[in-house]
């Protein structure tokens, strides 16, 4: 098991910067991959940004290429993303995720709110 603790987000003018944490615990060993995940009101859960735990991957959602960076830092077994000129329609809960061969793991949620 794995267990996600996220901590970060909040309200941010549009054009604005945030910056997500979250911290993973457990079979960490067990982990290929971790990233983030948002979901809007009305609206499914989408694909923002992962990182592979080890080696270089990094994939983002064209929505948010050249504006959000994700980072890890192993020692830390913690991921974070870094928000920079956030817009309106970033609002949503964020949920960090990690992935191990055959299970999903999913942190508790963060609320990220851009005001115009």
């Known amino acids: 098991q794995v267990q996600l603790v996220q901590s970060g987000g909040g309200l941010v003018q549009a054009g604005g910067s945030l910056r997500l944490s979250c911290a993973a615990s457990?079979?960490?060993?067990?982990?290929?991959?971790i990233g983030w995940f948002r979901q809007a009101p009305g609206k499914g859960r989408e694909f923002v940004a992962n990182?592979?735990?080890?080696?270089?991957?990094?994939n983002y959602a064209d929505s948010v290429k050249g504006r959000f960076t994700i980072s890890r830092d192993n020692a830390r077994n913690t991921v974070y993303l870094q928000m920079n000129s956030l817009k309106p329609e970033d609002t949503a809960v964020y949920y960090c995720?990690?992935?191990?061969?055959?299970?999903?793991?999913w942190g508790q949620g963060t609320q990220v709110t851009v005001s115009s």
């Open positions: 457990g079979r960490t060993n067990s982990m290929y991959q």
């Open positions: 990182i592979a735990w080890s080696g270089r991957s990094i």
């Open positions: 995720n990690a992935r191990s061969i055959g299970a999903d793991y």
